[in-house]
């Protein structure tokens, strides 16, 4: 693993030490603060073979720590997190999904959080606390809970069941917030300094890009060491998105993937809550806050993403897009996957591939382009969600005394 070299500010460019642990950028002349990037020296990579340094072959060093050759240099905190599957649609040419409801708590969220929570223990941080669409929550609760550190956690009341569930068994310390994770931002913010708490929000430390650019790294190996044409992505707060594209400089810059033009980078949103497709198609370069942000894709109930000047510079850059689905269109996207291919998309990965087919009768790709669609969790987790969009109740049997029914 490599040591680091520094954490860079991603809008005025200091550098400051990664041997305390840091949130965001402290010299900052703008107004929000930027973001830290983890900076690295490459030098001895540079030119080496992948084959050789990327290696999964002892047990701590499996799933996402087979590329500890980029991450910190830190003892992982793990629980099987990574390498998740991607498969060929059975009906589209060019459409690869990856499917990363394998992944422990059931959703990506495991990457940033297993990272995040690694480098916590590291430096001897004892308390964490996060605002949450919900499964960042549940991946949190579960690597706090296997780090031996206490989990604070601030999501909206009506989160899927699943993510209350589950932070109450792994042991977290729960509020359920009369709002959305934007108003769960501001009561971390208000609390953390009388809590003792670090706050581990989207974007305010540095380390949960580190373990998201890991989809990155991965989707490329996955797919021979080469770019697919387009990357979808169901942007709440966009780290997985800026994660990816910092995997894509890395891997240019060490000289692992094989030339050609970087991915176009699809940001997706719902209708219901679209601040970042609303920015880019006005051109601006931060998005504005959305009011009412209502949608059954919990993940994509982000009003205000801290994020958004980086995702819409990367959006840019990659001469990508970002846009909007309905929620109808979300569902009936959900249950084409789910009877064509056999697929229960979560409702965020289902935005994607609704995306995905609205861009394809637009006629701006084609079925054949070679595309990677993200379904970031699994519609198991959303079971209560989307059986209430669905309009699905369990059917009341009758009962009858067992006397009678034996006779
Ligand atoms: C399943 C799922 N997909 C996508 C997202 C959006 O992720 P990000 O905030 O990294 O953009 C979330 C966020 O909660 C999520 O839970
Ligand atoms: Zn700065």
């Given at each position: 693993m490599p040591p680091i070299a520094f954490l860079e500010c991603t809008r005025c460019g200091t550098d400051l030490s990664a041997d305390e642990p840091q949130t965001v950028c402290t010299e900052c002349p703008n107004q929000p603060a930027g973001s830290l990037y983890v900076r690295y020296d490459f030098s001895s990579l540079k030119g080496s073979d992948p084959l050789r340094v990327v290696?999964?072959?002892s047990t701590n060093w499996r799933g996402m720590w087979r590329y500890k050759a980029v991450l910190p240099d830190v003892d992982p905190v793990t629980l099987g997190e990574g390498w998740t599957p991607i498969i060929k649609s059975k009906r589209f040419e060019g459409v690869y999904l990856k499917k990363e409801g394998t992944n422990p708590t059931g959703t990506f969220k495991a990457r940033g959080l297993a990272m995040a929570v690694s480098m916590a223990r590291h430096y001897g941080l004892e308390k964490l606390a996060v605002p949450s669409a919900g499964n960042a929550a549940g991946a949190l609760a579960a690597y706090a809970a296997a780090a031996g550190i206490e989990a604070h956690i601030f999501m909206p009341q009506d989160v899927p069941i699943a993510n209350y569930l589950e932070c109450v068994a792994y042991g977290a310390k729960v509020t359920l917030v009369d709002g959305l994770i934007s108003d769960c931002a501001r009561i971390v913010a208000e609390r953390k300094v009388e809590g003792g708490w670090f706050d581990i929000s989207t974007l305010k430390e540095p380390f949960r890009v580190e373990g998201k650019k890991t989809m990155g790294y991965e989707l490329v190996e996955q797919l021979g060491w080469e770019y697919p044409e387009a990357v979808f992505y169901p942007a709440g707060g966009g780290v997985g998105l800026i994660g990816m594209w910092k995997a894509f400089e890395e891997l240019e810059q060490i000289g692992w993937v094989k030339p050609g033009k970087r991915p176009r980078m699809i940001a997706v949103q719902s209708s219901g809550c679209a601040p970042v497709v609303r920015a880019f198609q006005s051109g601006a370069r931060t998005s504005t806050m959305w009011e009412n942000a209502s949608t059954f894709a919990s993940g994509l109930r982000v009003p205000k993403p801290y994020g958004d000047r980086i995702m819409l510079n990367i959006i840019d850059e990659s001469d990508g897009l970002a846009l909007s689905v309905t929620d109808d269109d979300i569902l009936n996207s959900l249950k084409d996957w789910a009877q064509n291919e056999g697929v229960f998309l979560s409702p965020e990965g289902a935005s994607v591939t609704a995306a995905h087919s609205k861009l394809v009768t637009e006629g701006?790709?084609?079925?054949?382009?070679r595309v990677l669609l993200f379904n970031t969790g699994s519609g198991l987790k959303d079971a209560d969600v989307i059986a209430e969009a669905m309009g699905l109740q369990r059917p009341i049997l009758e009962t009858r005394p067992v006397l009678e029914m034996l006779t």
């Open positions: 290696d999964d072959s701006i790709l084609s079925p054949t382009d």
